[in-house]
């Protein structure tokens, strides 16, 4: 993916002069007005954050002047005059990505407690995203993601069918959730496995079952 980015340097006058005084470039009394200079850096040019803040007080003939003091010439200003998109922009993305970020965690933290809830209760048609390799002595290799379909739950235990195919890539699609509950056939044998429903948890912890769907 292209990611673009880049900088501007930009220089604002003001039409006001600042006072009046001595240019030693000149050798004669002229006015000061004030600029502004700063450079507006962009990511894809709507992430937008501004450094380099300085303020001058220039002769308005040779462009001469010294550096002026940020904070006690901004007192001065009714408003800053580096617009607000500039200013701005960037703050407000961080904001809003910190802010998915932190709605990620809550939905993540709010699904695992559901999920900790359907292990501890579980019903004929959750599916169980599992690492196939943690439930055989001798698996072909560590990384063999499947899906079981629990097809009873019985006597404090539940009756589980095992998977047809693994994949050696963990996750699965919501359409394929969906199939292997409308369609156990296609993705599961007939005989079931008979795992102790206070065994799933710990079986979550151990990494051998990786998601619960319902």
């Excluded at 303020?55 to 009714?78: H, M, P, S, V, W």
């Excluded at 809550?106 to 048609?125: M, S, T, Y």
């Amino acid at each position: 993916m292209f990611i673009s980015w880049g900088h501007e340097n930009v220089v604002k006058n003001f039409f006001k002069p600042h006072h009046k005084g001595h240019c030693a470039k000149c050798e004669a009394e002229r006015e000061f007005y004030p600029i502004l200079r700063y450079t507006v850096h962009n990511i894809l040019f709507f992430i937008r954050w501004v450094s380099g803040k300085s303020y001058y007080a220039i002769c308005d003939i040779c462009r001469r002047g010294d550096r002026l003091n940020t904070k006690e010439f901004e007192q001065t200003l009714g408003k800053s005059p580096i617009p607000a998109v500039d200013r701005l922009s960037g703050g407000i993305v961080l904001v809003l990505f910190a802010a998915l970020i932190g709605a990620a965690f809550v939905f993540d933290g709010i699904h695992n407690v559901q999920e900790e809830v359907w292990l501890a209760q579980p019903q004929a048609g959750d599916i169980y995203e599992i690492n196939l390799a943690k439930f055989l002595d001798k698996p072909e290799t560590s990384s063999m993601y499947a899906l079981m379909r629990v097809s009873a739950v019985e006597n404090g235990e539940v009756v589980v069918q095992t998977p047809l195919t693994y994949s050696n890539k963990m996750g699965f699609t919501p359409s394929q959730i969906e199939r292997a509950k409308t369609r156990p056939d296609t993705y599961f044998r007939n005989e079931g496995l008979r795992i102790p429903v206070v065994e799933l948890k710990k079986l979550r912890r151990e990494s051998a079952i990786l998601n619960v769907e319902r």
